[in-house]
């Protein structure tokens, strides 16, 4: 099975542009996680949906990001604008609700750098 | 609230010996727990996991037993082998009805041939 698919693997921006990361789930998890992982703060989670609707996006730091998950196998991130400070490395994580649960997939993750 | 606190790495070995990364948590009522482990450039992946108490999680020669006594999940391997360099990081499940994950800081492990 294809794991939790995430475009692209890295992407080079400058401060002001905006950025849009991808994530396609595995087929059949209903749960969609962001995370941003820095040395400075670890792993923070920041947003997750359920059945396709934000259930908690407390972690999301400013009005600069938002989420969408149009359907149940495609979400973005977006940034706008894209600032040096959101450098970091981006992952997606899916899973079930049901029967192994609580088990995240994660992606192998966006390496963001804005200059 | 609930949280999870792990020993602070880098940990730095020399190939097979003994391994202990440490791993403490604060939780109401039963939750699960997990190490995951992240190798370079990589996302994390599950490592092991054990769902009530006195169960123990194996996986790759890893284990951790869930000891609620001590409110403890402590990761242990017999013999590391430099390919098991990489960050380990253990997290809890809260309860049912939030599919979140608490996640520990991450521990760095370096192991030398």
């Known amino acids: 099975d294809a794991g939790v698919i995430q475009s692209p693997r890295h992407e080079v921006t400058e401060m002001g542009q905006e950025v849009t990361l991808r994530c396609k789930p595995i087929?059949?998890?209903?749960?969609l996680f962001w995370y941003r992982q820095t040395m400075m703060r670890g792993l923070e989670l920041l947003i997750y949906f359920n059945n396709n609707v934000p259930i908690d996006d407390s972690g999301m730091p400013e009005d600069r990001f938002s989420a969408k998950m149009p359907n149940a196998s495609f979400s973005t991130l977006k940034i706008q604008p894209s600032e040096p400070r959101d450098s970091a490395v981006y992952f997606c994580?899916?899973?079930?609700?049901?029967?192994?649960?609580?088990?995240?997939?994660f992606g192998a993750g966006t390496r963001l750098s804005v200059l | 609230g609930n949280s999870v606190t792990q020993m602070e790495g880098p940990v730095t070995l020399s190939e097979e010996a003994f391994l202990t990364i440490n791993c403490t948590y604060t939780a109401t009522g039963y939750p699960s727990l997990f190490w995951y482990v992240q190798y370079p450039g990589e996302g994390l992946q599950l490592l092991l996991k054990a769902t009530k108490a006195d169960d123990k999680g194996s996986n790759k020669g890893f284990e951790a037993t869930y000891r609620k006594e001590t409110t403890s999940f402590h990761l242990e391997k017999g013999s590391v082998q430099v390919s098991d360099s990489a960050v380990y990081f253990c997290?809890?499940?809260?309860?049912?009805?939030?599919?979140?994950?608490?996640w520990g800081a991450g521990t760095k492990l370096i192991i030398k041939p």
């Open positions: 994580a899916s899973s079930r609700t049901s029967g192994a649960k609580n088990i995240q997939y």
């Open positions: 087929s059949g998890h209903n749960s």
């Open positions: 997290a809890l499940s809260s309860g049912d009805s939030n599919y979140q994950l608490i």
